[in-house]
Every structure is written in C-alpha cells, then in structure tokens.
C-alpha cells in the first residue's frame, strides 16, 4: 500500500481519536482513553522519524528544514503529551490544567498533519516513484506491527530508514 495513503489514514483515525477524547466526560473515562491517544502519536512520530523522514531529507530543496520542523513539532507534541499525561493525575476537581493542556495538544497536532499534507505529501507524491511509496508502504506496515506489539519504540530507529525493520524480517 501506497505510504502517502497509509499517513493519511493515520492522521484522519488520530483526528478521531482526538475528537472521542474530547467528548469524554471525567478524569476517569480521559485516564482510560489516554494509552490509546498515547500510542497513536507515539506510532505515528516513531514511523515518520525512523522511515519517512530519512527517505525525504535530501529530496527536494527545502525538504531538509521540513524535516526539521517536523521532527521539532513532534518533540513539542511529545512533551505536552507528557504534561497532559501528568496533569490527568490530579483529582477530578483539578483537571482545568489538563483541559488546556489537551486543548494544545490537540492544536500542535492539527497543525502538524495540516502542513504533512500541504507541504510534505504532495511533494513526496511528485518525486517518489509509485512502486518506491508502495515499498515504504511495506516498510511502514512491518514497523508498525513491531511497534503494536512493543517489539519497537522510538529508541531503536535512530538508525537510517528501513534497517532495523529489514534486520528484524530477516530473523523472522
Ligand atoms: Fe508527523
């Protein structure tokens, strides 16, 4: 499957995510639901950082800086994900600190797959072959299956793009 395709869907399920997140009533339903808001992000930084963004950095004059503003908006998400996760610590009549802190969160994310698919997609879509978006596609895929069952995690792909997936396949 196409990557561009597999991002998109990403993003529009993560869109959801947070909408359901959003609606939900009480510490306690935002406590539950926060793993699976967690791991959706995590997912998609770990998949980008460690697969996409090594293939596109020296793609296109620019892609370098779009590289770099992608990774810094996934270091700010990162970190008030963190503080939401903390903040929905505090008892129930104290959750105003993580009513703004999801309220963040939600905007550094929208603005951040708004300007993926503006900016970066179209251009990957141009000067990416159909079959290499389909081979990154596959890549994608295996990574995250790794991933779902915590067989990988942002710490293990600092590492040029695809390698650890094609090392692990191969034991497999
Ligand atoms: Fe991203």
Redesign the pocket.
Known sequence: MDVLHIIKTDHDRIRQVLDSFELLNGVQARRKAFPELSREIET??LL?EGYLYPEIADLFSGSQILVDI?RA??AVISKTMKSLDKALDRPSSEQDLADKRFAELKEQILK??QS?EEQMMPRVRQLITTQEREDLGQVFADAKDLATKGELTLADVSVPAGKKVEKRRKRA
């Open positions: 998609h930084i980008e992608g908006c996934h951040h797959f993926e």
